[in-house]
């Protein structure tokens, strides 16, 4: 274990005797810090959070500070950080409410730019970047391979689906489907097609993007089609394929309504 002289750690804290701590850090209350995690100068990380191993959590971060929610009254919330995380400078990670999930997940192997913002009670899945200056709000849940370009702003409850990408300085205020690229401002938002590069660098089979491509046409470049007709049909034609049922469900399950406008409309 390497913790700088100048570093202050909260006797409450578990450090891996494999982890690196700089200086002038500051680690207050119960955090966990796992194997091989290096924290960087100034950051201050408060608990109770959770940090797995090999995470790179740069200088002046702040990681599981208490939630910008009106109604925090102290609860005991959690962060939890999981393994492999690239976490720059001047990110700020911030803990559950009660009112919601009672903590923030972030998952494995993600990287979060420069300033960006992940508000209480989100959560990341695995491998999604977030560029600079990227922000979330309460309660937004970021599925696999999301990738937020620079400038991103996301509305409380909104989720991203899986494998999507969504260009930068985007205001979104809607739920954003899996497997699409996507950019603009709230009722300017528009979908360009499906995220074909992402997807084949993810491993995903040129007869599942084909098929994926397939489902696109009949749920969004069907306009005389219900959406539930669409999704019916999708299902009835494309069957077997998982990043399809992936897509209809998302439609499904969505609570404040999906993008479905293209660049064609």
């Not at 109604?71 to 492999?84: A, M, N, S, V």
């Not at 299902?235 to 479905?260: A, M, N």
């Amino acid at each position: 274990m390497t913790i700088h002289s100048t570093a202050v750690v909260d006797s409450q804290a578990e450090i891996d005797e494999t982890a690196d701590i700089g200086a002038y850090a500051v680690i207050d209350g119960r955090v966990t810090v796992g194997p091989e995690t290096v924290v960087g100068s100034h950051a201050v990380i408060s608990g109770p959070t959770s940090i797995g191993a090999r995470n790179r959590i740069g200088s002046f971060t702040s990681i599981g500070a208490p939630p910008q929610d009106m109604h925090y009254r102290d609860e005991p919330t959690k962060l939890i950080i999981g393994d492999d995380n690239l976490i720059r400078e001047y990110v700020s990670i911030h803990r559950g409410t009660v009112a919601g999930k009672g903590e923030t997940v972030i998952g494995n192997g993600n990287m979060l730019m420069a300033y960006c913002h992940v508000a209480h009670d989100c959560v990341i899945g695995n491998q999604v970047i977030m560029a600079n200056v990227a922000t979330l709000a309460g309660h937004v849940v970021l599925g696999d391979h999301v990738n937020l370009g620079g400038l991103v702003a996301v509305h409380q409850y909104c989720r991203i689906g899986p494998y999507t990408y969504v260009g930068g300085m985007s205001g979104i205020s809607l739920d954003v489907p899996p497997y699409v690229i996507l950019s603009g401002t709230r009722n300017r938002m528009r979908i360009s097609g499906i995220n074909k590069i992402g997807l084949r660098r993810s491993g995903v089979s040129r007869e599942n993007i084909a098929k994926l491509e397939q489902a696109f046409r009949i749920i969004f470049r069907s306009p005389q089609l219900l959406l539930k007709d669409a999704l019916l049909k999708t299902i009835e034609e494309i069957p077997g394929c998982p990043e399809v049922e992936t897509l209809v469900e998302f439609f499904q399950t969505s609570k404040r309504g999906v993008v479905k406008r293209t660049l064609d409309d």
